[in-house]
């Protein structure tokens, strides 16, 4: 099985940026679609952006589209959230996952927690001034 594990959180102003990493290993990233989700106390689980195996394509919901960016490079093993012009509303645990489901020729994005069978540890984003 693949272990996924976040890094790059922290504290940072609002309108300020970071970029979070999800390092895997145990089966090669290049396996999985990826995405990435967060959660605040008492919320659900939510939605942040998704990538296909290959990179080629992605998929945000429309209030991230803007100042998030989903990268991957698989031979280092790695998937990347950039964020840009943070919000305290931003603020959240941020999570890697690995899409369960088959490798298909025509990528479809998957936005539910339960469509994901793998996950890291979170990484805690706090932005304030």
């Known amino acids: 099985q693949v272990q996924l594990v976040e890094s790059g959180g922290g504290l940072v102003q609002p309108g300020g940026s970071l970029r979070l990493t999800c390092t895997a290993s145990?089966?090669?990233?290049?396996?999985?679609?990826m995405g990435w989700f967060r959660q605040t106390p008492g919320k659900e689980r939510e939605f942040v952006a998704a990538i296909s195996w290959s990179g080629k394509n992605t998929h945000y919901p429309e209030s991230m589209k803007a100042r998030f960016t989903i990268s991957r490079d698989n031979a280092e093993n790695t998937v990347s959230l950039q964020m840009r012009n943070l919000r305290p509303e931003d603020t959240a645990v941020y999570y890697c996952?690995?899409?369960?489901?088959?490798?298909?020729?025509?990528?479809?994005?998957?936005?539910?927690?339960?469509?994901?069978?793998?996950w890291g540890q979170g990484t805690q984003v706090t932005v304030s001034s």
């Open positions: 996952a690995a899409d369960a489901r088959r490798v298909t020729l025509v990528w479809a994005p998957a936005e539910q927690v339960d469509e994901y069978a793998y």
């Open positions: 145990g089966r090669p990233i290049g396996d999985y679609a």
